[in-house]
């Protein structure tokens, strides 16, 4: 499971979605969890906020 985290990350890296607040260092290493939960609250609130414009 380490390895995919590690490639995941890679990829985000790569994709330009860096320098967000929970993306922060954690230990010489990025927390995979703490970036898919604040990722998962964010496209909730985009959901939420569509759905509130109509």
Do not use: H
């Amino acid at each position: 499971m380490k390895k995919f985290a590690d490639r995941l990350i890679q990829w985000g890296i790569k994709e330009g979605r860096t320098g967000l607040p929970w993306k922060d260092k954690l230990n010489g290493s990025y927390d995979p969890y703490k970036i898919w939960v604040s990722e998962m609250m964010l496209k909730a609130d985009k959901t939420f906020c569509s759905f509130a414009q109509v």
